[in-house]
Structure formats: C-alpha cells, structure tokens
Nanobody, 115 residues
Framework: QVQLVESGGGLVQAGGSLRLSCAAS????????MGWYRQALGKERELVAD????????NYAAFVRGRFTISRDNSENMLYLQMNNLLPEDTAVYYC????????WGRGTQVTVSS
C-alpha cells in the first residue's frame, strides 16, 4: 500500500539548518508531483513547496523562498526539503504529500526552532 514516511525533524536554533526526507513506497514515485506542507499549532496546514515529477518545476511559498530547497530522487523514491536559516516561525509539523489521484499524506515530522 502507499506509504510516505518523513524523517529529519528536530530541535534547532534560529539560523540553523535541517534536511527533511520523505521515503515513498507503494506507488510509482516518478509519475507524481510531490510536496511539503506544514501545520503550526492552532493554524491551518499550508504549502511549503512542491515539485513536479521530473524536477523541472518547483513552487515555493513566499515565506520560505530563498531559504528552503525542495528536491527529489526518483531512483530512490525519496523527497527532500533542505531548510536553511530557520526562524522560530518555521516551527510546525512538516508533512510530505503525494499528489496521486487523491492526495496522500505522511504522518509528519516535528520541526522546532528556538529563538
């Protein structure tokens, strides 16, 4: 069955970096757009970045542009999010999403940025 497993979250000081990973299985990863979303406590889930199947189109939310980079490795069925210059307001649960015929979500990984 379809599985998305996020990893790489944790506690980091403001200005630091983290790299999130999402391991995908159960579907043909290279066919589908993938994305990273986040949800802070008390807020709605929002798009962080997404990437099309062959990595030639990436979209970023304005609040992360220039700090975060989304990438994928279709040979390894992996999605990544490199996060640099993290800010306290980046604190959230980060979710991987596969834009299949219906969107499929991972369970998320917590990112906490201390000031």
């Amino acid at each position: 069955q379809v599985q998305l497993v996020e990893s790489g979250g944790g506690l980091v000081q403001a200005g630091g970096s983290l790299r999130l990973s999402c391991a995908a299985s159960g579907f043909t990863f290279s066919w589908w757009r993938m994305g990273w979303y986040r949800q802070a406590l008390g807020k709605e889930r929002e798009l962080v970045a997404d990437i099309n199947s062959n990595s030639d189109i990436m979209n970023y939310a304005a609040f992360v542009r220039g700090r975060f980079t989304i990438s994928r490795d279709n040979s390894e069925n992996m999605l990544y999010l490199q996060m640099n210059n993290l800010l306290p307001e980046d604190t959230a649960v980060y979710y991987c999403r596969a834009d299949l015929r219906e969107p499929f979500w991972g369970r998320g990984t917590q990112v906490t940025v201390s000031s």
